[in-house]
């Protein structure tokens, strides 16, 4: 790794689309400005200059470029930052490279996959291709726009290709590109179809999309789930897209390849496509990242339409402002993009769009209408409702108690009545992982984290404290478990071991553990050794707890004559300690 290595990866990635991939970034003026991802603050103090190239932080003074930027917020050193940064930006690193190294690259496996795509898609044997191409009007630049190629109908025209490059067999399986049939042969998985690379928000090939032309089969397949590939934590066309959803503050979702690509075709380059999956919550977060409105366009069919209503109450539950937008029955975003007058038909379109509920309300009046089915549409609608935080609700609840014939009080009470039913759904906040952020808000008391972060810095510590005294101290599960893996192993390794999995609680633990010690030592009053301060204020809380539980089994007459010499004996003590 050299110098050289470093100013290239910076020539070729924009410090505007690293650091916008965590932190949601306005321009103003010639900067963009976003909150600060490394302190609490409610208006922004954090710069990023696309001309200097860095960014700064004039509420908490952190600053630097694109590598200190990843190191402080991924918690890598150097060397693994340049790795990373290295990687999206396509640079191969002067150093340590081997004969094996497209071996273990399945990023350069399947990029290698779509050039040879791309080629085919040009050659005599993509003439199928590029009849389809023609028939929906898309011509040979918008097929290297969006690197799209073609799968010839061989049974291993691919595989060839890779083995030839170097790539062994079980690359080719690892990629999703090959199949192996029951007699151990392998053959391409994609065979006589267009082909779409689907990449990461990095811009990375991580699978394709076929489509089938003409024959019997499937109409389209993806790549299987992978190492690189999760349908549900990926959104077609997001790394072209997140620029304008960032500038034009919203996203529009669709459903297949073709309406992302001819929103894109004709100006709409905010779109993306949800993958041909209900959307999911870690789809949600990826475009919540970039702004807080989502306009939804699925089919307007009956399955489409169901699919707007889950995938609206998936991202209004997140925070962000859903508006659905609805077509001609019976078209679909390319189809009315594609026909005379689409592209205004299209505006037309986004400016009638329906906020959620509306949409929701519009969408079962029939079945309000009529007494057999009155029922399941009002459990529809709740169910809804109750995934919803009230205020959410408040600017649509006179509409929607009219709509039920109550007034907004009963309105309210009928809702509330429905949140308390077994099996009501809650609200997503309640049922699914919180982001680390909001984890650590949550869970992160600052004396056991002091109590971690003493133990993380300090080795004779971990030489002489027993994993029983420590365990004892600490009422938290996941704070316990962090605590036991400092005392048994040592902390370069199970750093490293926690980013390898991508859990950065325990440092984000350790972090507010240095923040409160140093806090301690810096107050008035307080000369002793931080640990010895520590321990005692948890040795403290936990007799308090302990008598707090014998008072109450006192109180209850359960309390046995072990019970009150152990109270008496924890009163003596608390009484020494004050």
Same mark, same amino acid.
Request: aromatic share 8%.
């Given at each position: 790794m050299g110098n050289n290595d470093v100013q290239l990866v910076k020539e070729r990635l924009d410090i505007v689309d690293v650091i916008g991939d965590r932190v949601r970034l306005r321009r103003a003026g010639r900067n963009y400005v976003g909150l600060c991802p490394f302190h609490n603050e409610k208006t922004p103090s954090?710069?990023?200059?696309?001309?200097?190239?860095?960014?700064?932080?004039?509420?908490?003074?952190?600053?630097?470029?694109?590598?200190?930027?990843?190191?402080?917020?991924?918690?890598?050193?150097?060397?693994?930052?340049?790795?990373?940064?290295?990687?999206?930006?396509?640079?191969?690193?002067?150093?340590?490279?081997?004969?094996?190294?497209?071996?273990?690259? &399945?990023?350069?496996?399947?990029?290698?996959?779509?050039?040879?795509f791309s080629a085919q898609l040009r050659a005599p044997e993509g003439a199928a291709g590029r009849a389809y191409m023609e028939r929906r009007a898309l011509i040979s630049q918008d097929a290297s726009r969006f690197g799209l190629g073609w799968s010839s109908s061989s049974w291993d025209s691919l595989l060839r290709r890779l083995r030839g490059a170097g790539v062994s067999d079980r690359q080719a399986l690892a990629s999703g590109l090959a199949i192996e049939g029951q007699r151990g042969t392998l053959y391409d998985r994609f065979r006589g179809r267009l082909m779409f690379p689907i990449r990461d928000i990095a811009g990375r090939v991580i699978a394709f999309g076929g489509r089938l032309v003409d024959g019997e089969g499937?109409?389209?397949?993806?790549?299987?789930?992978?190492?690189?590939?999760?349908?549900?934590?990926?959104?077609? &066309?997001?790394?072209?897209?997140?620029?304008?959803?960032?500038?034009r503050g919203r996203s529009i979702l669709v459903e297949g390849y073709m309406d992302a690509l001819r929103l894109h075709l004709c100006g709409f380059t905010e779109a993306v496509a949800s993958l041909g999956t209900s959307l999911t919550e870690e789809q949600a977060r990826l475009l919540k990242r970039f702004s807080d409105r989502c306009y939804i366009c699925y089919d307007s069919d009956t399955a489409g339409q169901e699919a707007t209503i889950r995938g609206m109450y998936i991202l209004q539950g997140l925070g962000l402002d859903v508006q659905v937008i609805a077509l001609p029955s019976g078209k679909d975003p390319d189809e009315l993009l594609s026909s005379p007058g689409g592209n205004a038909a299209f505006e037309g379109a986004i400016k009638n769009a329906r906020p959620l509920l509306l949409?929701?309300?519009?969408?079962?009046?029939?079945?309000?209408?009529?007494?057999?089915?009155?029922?399941?549409?009002?459990?529809?609608?709740?169910?809804?409702?109750?995934?919803?935080?009230?205020?959410?609700?408040?600017?649509?609840?006179?509409?929607l108690a009219g709509a039920l014939g109550l007034y907004p009080h009963e309105f309210w009470r009928e809702l509330e009545a429905y949140r308390r039913k077994p099996g009501a759904? !809650?609200?997503?906040?309640?049922?699914?992982?919180? !982001?680390?952020?909001?984890?650590?808000?949550?869970? &992160?008391?600052?004396?056991?984290s002091a109590?971690?972060?003493?133990?993380?810095?300090?080795?004779?510590?971990?030489?002489?404290?027993?994993?029983?005294?420590?365990?004892?101290?600490?009422?938290?599960?996941?704070?316990?478990?962090?605590?036991?893996?400092? &005392?048994?192993?040592?902390?370069?390794?199970?750093?490293?071991?926690?980013?390898?999995?991508?859990?950065?609680?325990?440092?984000?633990?350790?972090?507010?553990?240095?923040?409160?010690?140093?806090?301690?030592?810096?107050?008035?009053?307080?000369?002793?050794?931080?640990?010895?301060?520590?321990c005692s204020a948890l040795r403290r809380r936990r007799d308090e707890a302990r008598m707090r539980a014998l008072d109450a089994k006192m109180k209850r007459g359960e309390a046995t004559e072990e019970d009150l010499a152990e109270m008496r004996a924890l009163a003596a003590a608390l009484k020494r300690r004050n």
């Open positions: 954090f710069h990023v200059s696309q001309e200097k190239q860095n960014y700064h932080c004039f509420g908490c003074g952190k600053g630097g470029d694109i590598f200190t930027f990843v190191m402080e917020t991924e918690g890598m050193d150097f060397s693994q930052a340049l790795e990373l940064l290295a990687a999206r930006a396509g640079v191969t690193l002067t150093k340590g490279q081997g004969k094996t190294k497209r071996e273990g690259n &399945l990023y350069e496996v399947l990029d290698l996959a779509a050039q040879f499937a109409k389209y397949i993806n790549s299987p789930e992978g190492e690189l590939f999760s349908k549900r934590r990926n959104l077609y &066309l997001l790394h072209e897209a997140r620029n304008a959803i960032r500038e949409q929701h309300l519009a969408s079962i009046r029939e079945s309000l209408a009529s007494p057999r089915t009155r029922r399941a549409g009002v459990a529809s609608l709740m169910s809804g409702l109750v995934q919803l935080d009230p205020s959410a609700i408040a600017p649509y609840a006179s509409e759904s !809650p609200r997503p906040e309640a049922t699914s992982k919180a !982001p680390p952020e909001r984890e650590e808000k949550l869970v &992160l008391d600052p004396l056991e109590f971690c972060s003493l133990l993380w810095r300090r080795e004779e510590l971990r030489r002489c404290v027993r994993p029983e005294e420590a365990l004892e101290l600490l009422s938290g599960e996941r704070v316990r478990d962090v605590a036991l893996a400092i &005392l048994m192993d040592s902390p370069e390794a199970l750093e490293e071991r926690w980013l390898e999995v991508g859990d950065r609680w325990p440092l984000a633990l350790i972090s507010r553990g240095d923040t409160f010690c140093d806090e301690l030592v810096g107050s008035a009053g307080t000369p002793q050794d931080p640990w010895k301060v520590i």
